[in-house]
């Protein structure tokens, strides 16, 4: 079924309204107990209002995803210029600092939003995920390229998916706990000094 495009202020903003309200509703009634009725009295609009965007609620889900990808894409792109000035273990805990933040914001939406697993973060990471991974592997390579000896890592691809997908995961894990017995800043320090590690290994050997 073809869906009203928001070609229009109005129409537009009642898009960005039933995906605000997808994020609440996710947080407040989990994954499985969410319905596009929830959604629809959340965002303040009818039923039949929300159905001419979207087919159903797996679909206003899709959009949540790529409101998210897009804001992550965002913040990795702001923080380039700042991040390969930094030493690796500066850096590392920079990039981590800032996903950190990103998640947190507006009372965690997008953690709650990874937490219940709507996509991103499962173990078939969707097309959107895959972009959140290459720009992190660009701007990895961006800051090798400005710190060239690390060029004599041995397996540069091991350690974009070690930062990247370790990193971030236990980041998403640690956020997602009620009661974690260390401090955000604990844990992403002790990834600092993991990916210190790491490279002093990798350049010992080579």
Do not use: C, W
């Amino acid at each position: 079924m073809n869906r009203r495009k928001p070609s229009q202020k109005r129409a537009k903003n009642s898009v960005e309204a039933i995906i605000n309200a997808g994020f609440i509703s996710l947080a407040k009634n989990g994954l499985a107990n969410t319905t596009t009725i929830h959604i629809a009295d959340i965002a303040g609009i009818s039923p039949g209002t929300l159905y001419q965007y979207f087919d159903n609620k797996e679909a206003v889900y899709t959009a949540m995803e790529r409101y998210f990808v897009n804001d992550i894409l965002a913040l990795l792109n702001s923080v380039v210029p700042e991040f390969i000035q930094l030493d690796i273990r500066a850096g590392v805990t920079f990039l981590l600092h800032k996903l950190s933040e990103k998640l947190l914001e507006d009372n965690g939406r997008y953690l709650k939003f990874a937490r219940h697993g709507a996509h991103i973060f499962d173990e078939n990471l969707s097309q959107h995920a895959h972009e959140i991974e290459k720009k992190l592997q660009e701007i990895i390579m961006q800051y090798v390229m400005h710190h060239p000896e690390l060029m004599r890592i041995k397996s540069i691809p091991t350690f974009n998916y070690l930062i990247i997908n370790g990193g971030i995961l236990i980041i998403i894990r640690y956020l997602s706990e009620s009661s974690p017995t260390i401090s955000l800043e604990q844990l992403i320090d002790g990834l600092g000094n993991m990916a210190i590690r790491y490279i002093a290994g990798e350049m010992q050997d080579a």
